[in-house]
């Protein structure tokens, strides 16, 4: 299912409507410094006002069935308002991660709850080293001798870590590596929320102690598993990342024409100018790029896992360029704790790093080049 150009532009007004109500920057300051780091009525308003969690979810397992570009389009309003929120975690990385395992059982079992906001969910892969590379796996699966598994380990910068219901764990077997379920309670599992750069976005540590899991599709599949979730959720961060960029940029336009010095706007001098102007390209070239790229996945064309590696390339590029002008811009109160341009290129930074940072990045377009 697709979305014409005024459903889109409808689904756009809709969420941005509903952001600019819950999550201001006074709301973003206030959850992101508490203990859950989002705020639970907010996220049922998104699923049952908007229906938002099942957006890109098939409707055989509850969702709406809509693809990358409608959810580009949520993805981008998010990043405009720095949402607290586990969408990215559980709509966007867990999803696809049992979308992309092949998995019907599975799928039946969990995306339901996650299509309708009662599930939280999200995908854990990166250890200690920060690698998304499934090669670098070391946490552990074993056959527990009865039909399930049983997972030992640690998993580090696990989005929303600490407060996921359903945790999918990429883990080594004999096979090689492979998914697994593991439910919040389960015996064995401990998290500890991290400090990062980011508060924004809430990471955690996660141990596991000999956790009982459920295998998810095939054993040893893991890395076909992960090829797929890192194309899909590397456009949707593109597109989180344009509509930061585009927010950063609206906020330097309008400081340049309202802060005045020397009896004109500051947006009159030719310095300021120019850094506007700059910021204007690269933020039409981060979204030219995320566009283009869920266009291709929602054809299903073969280039489609190129374009992903060039948009998480260029806007991770563009959105650390516009947030640090946004700065410039905004001259000294820019550099304060008070003003949001800190939280918008905090926010930039960490998804910039998120999978593996810019020399990872652009050896995986090199390797989606066949070269």
Do not use: N
């Amino acid at each position: 299912m697709s979305a014409d150009d005024a459903e889109l532009k409808a689904l756009r007004s809709s969420v941005r409507e509903f952001l600019e109500a819950k999550s201001s920057e006074e709301a973003v300051r206030k959850i992101m410094e508490s203990e859950s780091r989002h705020d639970p009525a907010v996220w049922a308003q998104a699923a049952d006002q908007l229906r938002l969690p099942g957006l890109a979810i098939p409707p055989e397992y509850g969702g709406d069935g809509f693809g990358l570009v409608e959810l580009g389009v949520v993805m981008e309003e998010m990043g405009r308002a720095l949402l607290c929120a586990p969408f990215f975690a559980t709509a966007v990385l867990a999803a696809q991660a049992l979308l992309a395992s092949g998995d019907d059982e599975a799928c039946a079992r969990h995306l339901p709850g996650v299509a309708d906001g009662r599930t939280t969910a999200t995908l854990a892969v990166a250890e200690d080293d920060g690698s998304w590379d499934p090669a670098l796996i070391t946490v552990r699966a074993l056959p527990d001798g009865g039909g399930g598994w049983k997972l030992s380990g640690r998993k580090c910068f696990v989005i929303d870590g600490a407060t996921a219901d359903l945790v999918l764990v990429v883990a080594r077997t004999v096979a090689g590596p492979s998914l697994f379920a593991v439910d919040r309670s389960a015996t064995g599992l401990s998290a500890e929320p991290l400090q990062t750069l980011d508060p924004t976005r809430a990471m955690a540590r996660l141990t596991f102690d000999s956790v009982p899991a459920t295998l998810v599709g095939t054993d040893g599949a893991g890395g076909r598993v992960m090829a797929r979730v890192l194309d899909v959720a590397s456009v949707a961060l593109a597109a989180e990342q344009s509509g930061g960029a585009r927010r950063c940029l609206e906020m330097s336009a309008e400081y340049a024409r309202a802060r005045h010095q020397f009896g004109r706007p500051i947006g009159s001098f030719q310095a300021v100018k120019h850094k506007c102007a700059d910021m204007l390209v690269q933020v039409e070239l981060a979204e030219a790029s995320s566009r283009e790229a869920a266009r291709l996945a929602a054809e299903g064309a073969p280039d489609f896992p190129v374009a992903a590696a060039v948009a998480h390339a260029c806007c991770s590029r563009a959105y650390m360029a516009v947030a640090m002008e946004t700065i410039q811009v905004h001259g000294g109160i820019g550099f304060t704790w008070e003003h949001p341009a800190h939280l918008y290129f905090r926010r930039a930074k960490s998804s910039q790093l998120l999978f593996g940072g810019p020399a990872v990045y652009h050896e995986r377009l090199l390797d989606r080049l066949g070269i």
